[in-house]
């Protein structure tokens, strides 16, 4: 055995280290493990050699890359088109560069922008979508999904609009009613902002409030709820639209409301005659019409209303009348009936003549400086009345009679005629059918 050769510094200069350490080495490269990691490395390295050698380009895919609409710079926007609506939000892109460069690109790195090309009127278009990097980074696009958009262009525009109210849950008491008409809405108008198409179909503008209440008087509401009408009567989407947030007070009037029946005035009846038994026979196609009045004691002590005048001599078997019904500015009528018919029931009714003559034509209330003679000795008279009465009446029960109480112009022609009344004796439901006249003889009086 040999000995380790000392030197005199006291280094060791056994020659056989050197051997062992190379000796390791080369069993620690001879274990599987190792071997196996540095082939790994190595396929590494070669493949990046490869694919930065051989293939320089990698494809590379995004989703959900959002859309924008822009048209500066564009002919749309030039002739004042505004892009209204799109139906593409997002998109699918693959896009295929330099490894390096596209390698840590990230989808929100990316915009999608849909081109307005040449277009430059109003309507629906399918334009094409491009997709770019906000940061600079240059690709190429191999695929976009989908690649055209659906693109409604229109001019906007502001337009003002009359406005009413709409208030479906308000309530009126009994005996009052809601004057539609005279709501009134403040402001009375309303700015709309939108495309012009959209704006064009706006026929109504309505303040819509659903609050729930019963009122008795004039009542104020506020909303600032808008909904717009088609002439169709169609709600129109109001989501391209400008609408302004006005909170608008409806200022809603309640009327006093009240049924009256209707009656007439009758004319020319003569003493004696019974107007309640005629008017069980003479009437109105409708009994009533209900009318309304902002003054609550409009209606006091009132509970007909009188619409027209009846002259008792032109009433005849046939007889039928319409009769316009005229309101003073204070009512309202609710019926919306306009005019009535006033018809004879001639049921027990029947038409006679009779002949007068003698005393039973006579003058009444005469001036004092004057006498009248009577020219007219026979008058034929049509008489209609109950059957009854007609048959029991004679001409001895008819009296005609000349009233000159108005009688003042002595400058007229000492000969002339004189409405005749016709009256009966203890009858009061008979009357004179037709008009009458008396001839008479101004005569001047003597002092004897």
Sequence with gaps: MKKKQITETGQNT???????????????FEKKFVRLVGSVIAAIFLWFYIAVSVYPTTPKSFS?????MDLSGSMAEANGMSAVSCDTEKVNVTVVGDRSRIGNLKAEDLVAHVEPGSISAAGEYSMPITVEAVNGINFEIDSITPSYAKVKLDKIETKTYSVEASFP???????????SEDVVVEPSTVEITGPSAQLAEIDRVVVYSDKKQEIDGTFQLYSNQLHLYTKGGALLDQESLTLPST????????????????????????????????????????ESITLASQTSSAFADKDT???????????????????????DEEYTNRSGIEDVTLTLDNEGLATKQFT????????K??????????????????????????????????????????????????????????????KSDVWA??????????VEKTED
């Design 14 to 28: 056994d020659t056989r280290q050197p051997r062992r350490f190379s000796v390791n080495l080369s069993a620690f």
């Design 64 to 68: 959900n890359i959002p859309v924008v």
């Design 169 to 179: 849950n308000i309530r009126v008491t009994s005996g009052h009613a809601l004057d």
């Design 247 to 286: 909170d608008f007070q409806i200022t809603i009037p309640i009327l006093t409301t009240k049924e009256m029946k209707l009656t007439y005035r009758l004319l020319g009846a003569p003493t004696g005659f019974d107007p309640s038994w005629l008017a069980e026979r003479l009437r109105f196609s409708e």
């Design 305 to 327: 209303l009188e619409v027209g005048t009846v002259r008792l001599s032109e009433i005849g078997l046939d007889y039928s009348k319409n009769i316009t019904i005229e309101l």
């Design 356 to 363: 007068v003559t003698g005393e039973n034509i006579s003058v």
């Design 365 to 426: 209330n005469p001036p004092t400086d004057y006498n009248f003679n009577v020219v007219t000795k026979r008058l034929t008279i049509t008489v209609i009345g109950s059957e009854e009465t007609l048959n029991s009446l004679s001409a001895d029960d008819i009296i005609v009679t000349a009233d000159l109480l108005n009688y003042d112009n002595a400058e007229q022609a000492s000969s002339f005629t004189q409405q005749a009344v016709i009256s009966f004796y203890n």
């Design 433 to 442: 059918y037709g008009s009458y006249s008396i001839s008479l003889d101004r």
